[in-house]
């Protein structure tokens, strides 16, 4: 098991950037696949990014992709999640999460990550 603790969550104007972060702890970081999803209220947990062991692969739900960057410091056992251009329908709560499968073989889903943190709350002011 890893531990997750997310950060750097906050409220910023429409058109703003923020930067999360996740910081692990316990098994080897670099062994998982880590992933980004969002939850808003009322709705269900959704993918938004992830990024392979190595950080060569990531792959981005639609509605993120040319604003959000995913990245990763495995030397610091540290993801991020670049947000730009934000929109109010990217509020939300944001969760770190990690999983033992390949980034080929994670399809998104929440059943395919076993690792989770608290959740870090963005607001996004129109």
């Known amino acids: 098991q890893v531990q997750l603790v997310e950060s750097g969550g906050g409220l910023v104007q429409a058109g703003g950037s923020l930067r999360l972060s996740c910081a692990a702890s316990?098994?080897?970081?670099?062994?998982?696949?880590m992933g980004w999803f969002r939850q808003a209220p009322g709705k269900e947990r959704v993918f938004v990014a992830a990024?392979?062991?190595?950080?060569?692969?990531?792959a981005y739900t639609d509605s993120v992709k040319g604003r959000f960057t995913v990245s990763r410091d495995n030397a610091k056992n540290t993801v991020y999640l670049h947000m730009n251009t934000l929109k109010p329908e990217d509020t939300a709560v944001y969760y770190c999460?990690?999983?033992?499968?390949?980034?080929?073989?994670?399809?998104?889903?929440?059943?395919?990550?076993?690792?989770w943190g608290q959740g870090t709350q963005v607001t996004v002011s129109s």
């Open positions: 316990g098994r080897s970081f670099s062994s998982y696949v």
């Open positions: 990024i392979s062991w190595s950080g060569g692969g990531t």
């Open positions: 999460a990690a999983s033992l499968f390949p980034l080929r073989a994670v399809g998104g889903e929440v059943r395919d990550f076993g690792s």
